[in-house]
C-alpha cells in the first residue's frame, strides 16, 4: 500500500467513528492539568470605584475577541473577559493573571477553553460523547430561528451548560450563567466567548465544571430528568440546522439504538437530553456525586439515587436521607446536587435552605422586574396572600408551625476585588441584575448563618436559578419559581471564605421594631428590598395587610462581618 492509500484509508476509518484515546475527559484548569471542579467567576465589564460613583470600563488588560463571524462591535468586549479562579487544587478565588492564564475562552490557557476544546476533539470517536443545553441559543454567533425556551415550553429549564464524557471512564459537566454560550455553532471549531450576537461578557457571569466518572455521570443525567433541560429533545424539532451541532453523532446513535453497545451507557443522560417523551416529573430530586479524583480510584461506597421529595401514604416527605447526610460530611469529593422540578412552584433558593437546613446568602439577577424579597427567619408569612409561596410541604419548602420563616435567604447587593496594590487596583461591581452596566447575572450561593456561634458551615452553591418568584409575579408558578434547574453544593471553607471575602454589601436581615404598622410597605421596601427587586411592583400591588410581619429578632450573619 502506498503512503496516500494509506492515508485515504485512514480517513475513511475515522469518518467511520475510532474508539476514542486511553486520555480521560476532565475538567481542566488554565494550563490543561486535570482537576476535580472549578469555579470562574467573571467579572463585568464595568466597575465603579466607590458607592454612589458612575461606572467604567473594568480596568481588563484583555484583547477583543477575534471572531470568524460578522459581529456589530465586539471592540467594548475586551473589558469583560477578565476573570477570578479556584479549583480543587487551589480553592482560594485568585485573579486569572496571577495564575499565568489566558482571558476567558479565547482559546488560549485557560480553563473554559482547555475543557470545552475536549469536545471539539471528540467529533469522531464513537465511544465519546457530548451535548450542549440552554434556554437562550438565540443570539449565538450563527443565527437559528425558534433557539429559545421558555416557560411555556414542553421543555422549560432556566439552565446553561454542556456535558462530555467517555462511555466508560466519565467525563465532566460544565454549568454556567452565560447566555448563548457555550456556543454550539460551528461543530468542528472552537468559537470564542464574546463573539455571540448577544454581548454576553457585559454582566458578571459564573461558570463552573465538575469530573465525574461514568457511575456519577448517570446518577446526574437521572437527577437532571426533573429539571427538563432544553437540548435535542426540544430544539430537534424546532431547528433542523441545530440537529447536529447541538449533540454528538455518537451519543445519538447510541441512544436511540438498542443494539448499540454504547445504549446502556448514554441512557440516563440521554433521557435528560434528547428524549422528547420524556414525561413530566412532580417532585424535584436530589442526588449525591462522588467527584472523579486525578490518579486516585472511586470510592467503594456506592451513594447513588439518594433523592429526595419521594411521596409516602401518609404524605410525609423525607427531604434528606441520614445516609446522604453522612456521605456529604465524611468525604470532601461529593458533591451535592438539588434538581428543582418546574412543579415545584416556590422561590427556587428556598429548597436549597430547606434541604440544608441553613441560612443562605445569594447573589443572582436581582433585578426590578422579577427580584424578590430577602426572607428573613421569624418574619410572619401566616397571613399574607399564598403565604408567599413559601408553604408547600408536598414540594419540601414549608414554614414554621406559627406561620414564620425558618430560615434567612438574603440578597447579596454589591462586591469588591483588589486586583492588584495600585491605588485603583480595587474594583467594585453589583451583585444585582437590571439597568446596572455593572451588574450581575451569576448565580451563587453560601451558607451563611444568623448565629454568630453555630458551628461553622462552609458550603458554597453554583445554580441555575434566580431569585424570583412571587409577590413580583401574580402567582407562584410565576417567573422562575415555575421553572426547573438545578443547584451544585460544594463544602469547600477556602473558597467559602473568598467569596465571604469579596461581599462589601448584602440586603441582610435585621430587627424591626413592632410600632411601625403606620409605614408598613415603606418599611418593608427598605428592610428586606433595600430598594432594589421588583420594588415597584409591591408597592403598586401589595397593600400592608398583604405583607410579612417583620421580626423584631432578626437578624444577619452580615452584622458579624465587614458589611
Known sequence: MTLHSFVVALAIISTNGLTAPTSEMYALNGFGARVSWWFILKLPAHIHRSENVSSERTPCTCSSPICRSAIDN????????????????????????TLGY??????????????????????????????????????????????????SSRFSAHAKGAVAFDARKGGFYLQTSTPNYPDPSDLHSFIRLGCQKDNNVLYSQHLMAI?????EID???????????????????????????????????AFQDPTSEFNANVQMMGRALLDPTLESIPQSREAFLKLKQPGASKSPRDINDNFVYQYFPNGEVPLLSRFGKEALDDDQWTIQLIVKSPNAEVPPWAIVA??????????????ENVGIPTICANDQYKLTRFEFCLNDGAHGVVLNANGTAPHNIENLVEAKWTIDSTKNGTVHWHLVGGRQKDGNHAKWGLTTSRFPTAASDTRVIFGDLNMEGYPCSTTCHGSQAGRGGSFFILSESALHQSLVHLVSKACKCTGVVDSYADNTTRIFEQARMCQHGCVKKVAQRLTATLLPRLSSEARSFWNDTQQ
Do not use: H
Not at 80 to 89: E, I, P, V
Not at 113 to 140: C, E, G, H, I, P
Not at 229 to 243: E, F, I
Open 102 to 151: 489566558d482571558c476567558l475562552g479565547q482559546g488560549g490557557n485557560d480553563p473554559l477553553s482547555q475543557t470545552l476544546r475536549q469536545m471539539n476533539t471528540s467529533v469522531s470517536y464513537k465511544d465519546r460523547f457530548w451535548a450542549y443545553f440552554s434556554d437562550q441559543y438565540d443570539r449565538l454567533s450563527t443565527v437559528f430561528s425558534d433557539a429559545a425556551c421558555e416557560q
Open 74 to 97: 465586539v471592540e467594548d468586549r475586551a473589558q469583560g473577559l477578565c476573570y477570578l479562579y479556584a479549583d480543587s487544587d487551589n480553592p482560594n478565588l485568585q485573579y486569572f493573571q
Open 354 to 367: 430547606q434541604v440544608l437546613d441553613k441560612d443562605l446568602s445569594v447573589a443572582t439577577w436581582w433585578d
Open 211 to 215: 469530573s465525574l466518572d461514568q457511575d
Open 219 to 253: 446518577t446526574l443525567g437521572n437527577a437532571l430528568q426533573a429539571a427538563r433541560l432544553c437540548s435535542a429533545n426540544y430544539y430537534d424539532t424546532r431547528n433542523q440546522d441545530m440537529k447536529e451541532r447541538i449533540v454528538s453523532s455518537s451519543f445519538r446513535q
